[in-house]
């Protein structure tokens, strides 16, 4: 793995996997009495939030914590940031102050990429959405959550079928999750109406559909992306009524779905809008258990880039492989050999 | 950098920590390895007064297949007493983690029954630092709480640094430091053999690792 | 006044000669000159240019003398080879009365190294509502001809319209910034592959081609000329080349960064790359470099833009727009144009001199190197290769898009009216 997670184009298919098992190892955390795990005490995670966003925060927060790390968090309302100080010098300050890893919300699309890049701070940058540019640890926990529900919780995705709707443009989930379904070998459908596609679109690894009743009987699952209602004053459609009669999931359409299929939401949702009440309320929904998986995946995403003194290192075909193999098989990945011991 | 996780082939490139092939030796044969598992099965029964509550946890990767085989062998002593096996990754306890790249974790399992109250095993293939069991108990503290924990280890080659001592041993190997031993189990190596030997020079030089 | 013989150069590339200049003008040319009182300037294996002559820099003074001033932005057009330059009217205040032009071309006759000629605002204030005093600027000692609300584009079709008719009672010319406002709100980089994968909100190239094209027609039914500053697509190409069919009195430049870098760099995020119109595509790119070879771009311009390193030093989105150009810019034409075998150095005194001068309706730069002309001129080592290294510019920014870059020819002598402002490539 790469020392920071800008973009979720900066993992392979194995680092993928390798955050999917991990955390699917620590999901069992949540069961036990105790939550906590020792593994990154002493280490310092900031969360540098300089766009209101509370569940992500508390899902890093708790991610950080329940692995023992000191949390620190930043946020721009009501500190130097909103009296202008710049994000150069808010890293030169987390520097200072040891930071070993920063996790980072920005309004700014690059913001990350450009506190990772700029040499102001030595720490792993983690990007927690910026912009309209990405927000790889959603698609981690969406891969994660569908893998669960579609691929009985190992491997990869290959040939399972995701149709993404809504906002493209505007949404940096669906980026991200572009990127990593891809890698996992998903094929990914883009449904939204043309004035809410990206310019470039077609160069995306994923088909684009203007139309969301085509691809829903085949599709796996179906992620409903959050539309703000403003958009509409910038005329990227007509009406709300409009939109939600064209490119919402209702009642209807969910019955269109594959029985296995599972519908999929990163929040905040506008119900009514994009995704109606019974829907969101359904027991194909997974929205509650993708916030539940998020602290699983961040608590990977952490431990694999903080746990030792660099990034964890994938390594092909995966890394759970405890279950003995059959006579002659490889040998498990795991560090520990039969010679081995902590320290040896 | 990794060196000893990139297992991908097992029979690859040397790695560090390897065991030299030219001058490797078996000390245990199957038939060897066999003796040891069912003796250790004979005395946790013996001490432990039965296996009603005995839990073996196998620490990954190879002291889980040594407690399924523990399992196995309580069970036929006990007349089919169904021994609950499990697994205890101590990835995240260790204290060696700053020292190398992360770790990809092991599974854990604990069995249904839980582990409060229980007689837990921990079952390991080579016992020689101890750091590994002393993360182990780590581990179970923050899972439950035992009435006892046990060491079962197939070999145990000296050279604590800690204060840990096995409970049931497989067999006692006099080693020196430099040497290095390895466990091969059938379920993953294809065949049982427990070796001895020179580390395979590393020219990675993962030397921070080392003792 | 010094009297310089300059000794084996190769006028616009071709066989070597030499060149005497006394008393500001060019007195000599010739095989074998000889002149006892001259300095001697050995310049075997450079190329003779004329001066070169910049339609677009933004000097920055009066109002934002930290980023740039007059005298330095003189310095860096001196040592990039320039002997005139236009400085753009979005100043603080803005250039759009007589006082400000005449202060900014003071300020650049005070430096000694490079003429300043002032380009007078369109519109009060650059707002686009009412007519500045085009009249009195060009009146005035600076004799504005350019007229622009560069960095803004006269929207309003009626503004556009009556500037047009305005400026041809002085043969002045209004100078473009072609971007769509509404098009382009919030616009951070060329709307495209790229913009689409960084989330970046995008900067359409039809924004600059719908203006051009309406200007163009405008220019045509009014009788007036234009020129359009800085063309970044092909799309903008291809109405200029339509446009020069016609007959109609368009003329247009480029920059040099639009002539080789893409909006590929954008990737990185570094707002050094950040500019406006904005770096577009390799196609668009190629399609430039045709464009000023054929003619249907008249010039290259820099359109320098310094910024002070805190206006960069920051997220992209809240960066400030621009480049540095003057220092660079030969080079880059020497890259892209001259080793590339799409100019050769005729072309090159043509494109940057020649033709630059004539829009700008400049006496005495842009002359031919002939004897009786004034000593506009610079001298160029075409074989040399030089690191870009940014401490080293002499303007008061550092935001060059080429630190590190190595890049072909070196000007080494600059001579203003037969005084060199650069020696040995160093400020004389």
């Known amino acids: 793995m790469k020392r920071h997670l800008i973009s979720a184009a900066d993992l392979t298919r194995d680092d993928a996997i390798l955050i999917l098992d991990t955390a699917e190892e620590l999901a069992h955390i949540a069961e036990r009495p105790i939550k906590k795990l020792p593994t990154l005490r002493g280490r310092t995670v900031v969360n540098l939030f300089f766009e209101d966003s509370t569940r992500t925060r508390i899902s890093f927060e708790a991610a950080a914590k329940r692995l023992s790390a000191d949390v620190i968090n930043f946020s721009a309302k009501g500190s130097s940031v909103s009296k202008g100080e710049s994000l150069k010098d808010t890293a030169l300050t987390l520097q200072a102050m040891g930071a070993d890893a920063v996790v980072i919300r920005h309004h700014a699309s690059g913001a990350p990429h450009r506190l990772a890049g700029s040499g102001w701070l030595r720490g792993s940058v983690v990007n927690a959405g910026d912009g309209t540019h990405e927000h790889p640890t959603q698609a981690l926990l969406d891969a994660f959550t569908m893998r669960r529900r579609l691929a009985g919780g190992r491997g990869d995705l290959e040939g399972r079928r995701i149709t993404l709707v809504g906002d493209v443009l505007h949404s940096r989930v669906a980026r991200s999750n572009v990127l990593l379904l891809a890698t996992l070998g998903a094929e990914v459908t883009l449904v939204a109406p043309p004035t809410l596609l990206p310019i470039g679109v077609e160069t995306w690894p994923c088909t684009v559909s203007y139309d969301l009743d085509a691809p829903l009987p085949k599709s796996d699952a179906v992620m409903m992306l959050r539309v703000q209602r403003e958009r509409m004053n910038a005329a990227f459609f007509p009406t709300e009524r409009e939109y939600s009669r064209r490119y919402g999931l209702d009642l209807r359409r969910m019955a269109m779905l594959p029985e296995h299929a599972i519908v999929m939401h990163p929040g905040p949702m506008n119900r009514g809008m994009e995704i109606a009440a019974d829907v969101a309320d359904s027991t194909r929904s997974t929205i509650v258990e993708q916030v539940t998986n998020g602290v699983s995946v961040r608590m990977a995403v952490l431990y694999l880039l903080l746990g030792g003194n660099e990034p964890a290192q994938s390594t092909p075909g995966g890394v759970t492989a405890n279950t003995p193999s059959t006579p002659g098989a490889a040998t498990a990945s795991n560090g520990r050999t039969g010679t081995e011991e902590i320290a040896q | 950098m990794t060196a000893p996780r990139n297992t991908s082939g097992g029979t690859s490139a040397a790695r560090p920590k390897d065991l030299d092939p030219a001058t490797a030796r078996a000390v245990l044969d199957p038939s060897d390895i066999n003796r040891a598992l069912t003796r250790i099965a004979h005395e946790i029964v013996e001490r432990a007064k039965g296996a009603d509550d005995v839990v073996l946890l196998g620490i990954p990767t190879r002291g889980v297949a040594l407690a399924r085989r523990l399992g196995e062998r309580l069970a036929s002593i006990e007349d089919g007493a169904k021994v609950p096996v ?18 990809a974790l092991e599974r854990t399992e604990i069995p249904a029954e839980g582990i409060d109250g229980k007689l837990v095993v921990l079952v390991d293939d080579v016992l020689y630092s101890g750091r590994t069991i002393r993360a182990a108990l780590d581990a179970l503290n923050d899972i439950g709480r035992p009435r006892a924990v046990q060491l079962a280890v197939l070999v145990d080659r000296g050279h604590r640094e800690l204060p840990i001592r096995a409970d049931y041993v497989g067999k006692n190997l006099p080693t020196s430091q430099r040497e290095t031993v390895k466990v091969h189990l059938a379920e993953y190596d294809g065949r049982d053999a427990v070796l001895l030997g020179t580390r395979a020079a590393d020219p990675a030089a993962h030397t921070d690792a080392e003792k | 006044m010094s009297t310089y013989l300059i000794k084996d150069a190769r006028i616009l590339g071709g066989d070597a000669q030499d060149v005497l200049i006394r008393d500001g003008l060019i007195a000599g040319i010739g095989a074998g ?6 300095t001697v300037v050995e310049a075997a294996g450079q190329i003779l240019l004329p001066g070169l002559v910049d339609l677009h820099t933004h000097l920055r003074e009066p109002g934002r003398e930290d980023a740039e001033t007059v005298a330095t932005g003189a310095n860096a057009a001196a040592l990039g080879g320039f002997t005139a330059v236009h400085a753009m009217a979005n100043t603080d205040p803005v250039a ?6 005449e202060q900014v071309w003071r300020l650049g006759q005070e430096s000694g190294r490079c003429d300043v000629h002032p380009v007078g605002a369109v519109t009060v204030g650059l707002a686009g509502k009412r007519l500045a005093e085009l009249g009195a600027m060009a009146d005035s000692a600076a004799r504005v001809r350019v007229f622009s609300d560069d960095g803004k584009c006269v929207d309003d079709a009626v503004i556009m319209r009556r500037a047009l008719e305005y400026v041809k009672a002085f043969d002045g010319v209004v100078a473009q910034h072609a971007q769509e406002p509404r098009l382009t709100e919030g616009a951070q980089m060329n709307e495209g592959t790229v913009s689409g994968e960084l989330g970046l909100r995008g900067w359409p190239a039809v924004a600059e081609e719908s203006i051009i094209a309406r200007d163009v027609l405008l220019t045509a039914h009014v009788g007036s000329r234009l020129h359009v500053c800085h063309v970044s697509t092909a799309g903008s190409v291809e109405i200029l080349r339509w446009a020069k069919s016609k007959g109609w009195n368009v003329t247009a430049e480029v920059t040099p960064h639009h002539l080789l870098l893409t909006d590929e760099l954008v990737r990185s995020y570094d707002p050094v790359y950040k500019v406006n119109p904005p770096l577009r ?23 320098h ?28 034409v020497q890259e892209t144009m001259v080793d590339t075998g799409l100019l050769d150095w005729a072309g090159v005194a ?19 190197i002939a004897v009786g002309e004034p000593a506009n001129l610079v001298l160029v080592d075409p074989g040399a290769r030089r690191t870009v290294e940014p401490s080293e510019l002499a303007s008061r920014s550092r935001n060059t898009p080429y630190a590190g870059l190595v890049l072909p020819g070196r000007v080494v002598a600059t001579f203003l009216r037969g005084v060199p402002t650069v020696i040995d490539g160093k400020l004389a």
């Open chain 2, 86 to 103: 499990g697994a205890l990754d101590i990835t995240m306890y260790r204290d060696d983690l700053r020292l190398g790249p992360a770790r």
């Open chain 3, 33 to 38: 000159l000889a002149a006892e009182d001259a």
């Open chain 3, 96 to 101: 759009d009365t007589a006082g400000t032009v």
């Open chain 3, 281 to 303: 595509t390799a196609a668009d790119v190629a399609a430039l470099r045709e464009a000023l070879a054929d003619g249907t771009i008249d010039a290259v311009a820099t359109d």
């Open chain 3, 305 to 332: 833009a310094p910024h002070p390193g805190e206006d960069k030093d920051c997220e992209w989105a809240v960066a400030a727009m621009g480049m540095l150009g003057l220092e660079t810019a030969l080079s880059i």
């Open chain 3, 350 to 368: 043509d494109r940057m001199s020649t033709r630059p001068a004539d829009i700008g309706r400049l006496d005495g730069h842009g002359r031919p």
